[in-house]
């Protein structure tokens, strides 16, 4: 009984500044910026979300800004690492552009074969860089914007996620959302989706000694996995709610349908739908260009305006 997941969805996850968090997002490491919206429950603040060049599912990096909000601490329950799949054959670009926005980064060497360049976001949050053999190719819904399209990152990799101990939460993986374990290196296991390849895996980090997480600006709210549709959701929800998962309701997101629960590691993970997608309420195009809010908003646009900070956007 289980239902296949593809692939990664989008991550979201806290920020401070939001003015600091576009500029490092579309300039550093030369993301869209696809979508400039408020957080559906509480439209006092953003909700920024960076991708390819039409916002697909599997590319997306959404943050909750919150000017002043204090650092988090990365720890155990938590998404303790995103990485992003750059083509292998980027790398010393990226080593060098990173250098040039004074962004700090190490050679993280090799996981699984590929090489891992470490950073961190202007909030301490981490990221690496993955290089994938064979990407270069693959440049089909690529933004051609800052970073020139040859290098640009293509969509997410991977996300680790930290937990006190592996096998409740490996058996989520793989007997309810349909992963395979696919290998283990030291502390980490690595669980493949039913795409195959960079945007559709998932390490566990089990048995450290990691203190707990703690919420804060730089720190995962949640990762999401895709679904193709209502119907593959509403299956999916049905399985959780059976191994007696704490699963909402469906929500409605616009640009997809969300359902929410704990993992038994602590993480929020949440089940979204691919469709229907950024593109609902502005054109390809247009992506990022103005603020967009959803219908039953619509009416407070002028006081939700008024309360958001000023941001400037990429290229305005
Ligand atoms: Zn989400």
Redesign the pocket.
Known sequence: MSTLVPGIH?L?AVASDPQRNIDFYTGALGLRLVKLTVNFDDPSSYHLYYGDRSGSPGTLL?FFPHRGLPRGRTGAGQVTATALAVPASSLDFWRRRLDEFDVGHTDAGERFGETVVALEDPDGMPLELIGVEGLEADAENVFDGVVPAHSAVRRMHSVTMTVRSLDATSRLLTETLGMQASGAEGERTRYAMAQGGAGAMVDVRSGTDDPAGRRGAGIVH?V?WRTPDDESQITLRNDLASLAHNVTTVQERCYFR?IYFLEPGGVLF?I?TDGPGMAIDESVEELGSALRLPPWFEGRREEIEKALPKVRLPGG
């Open positions: 989008h979201t959404t949640h999401a969300s949440e979204a």
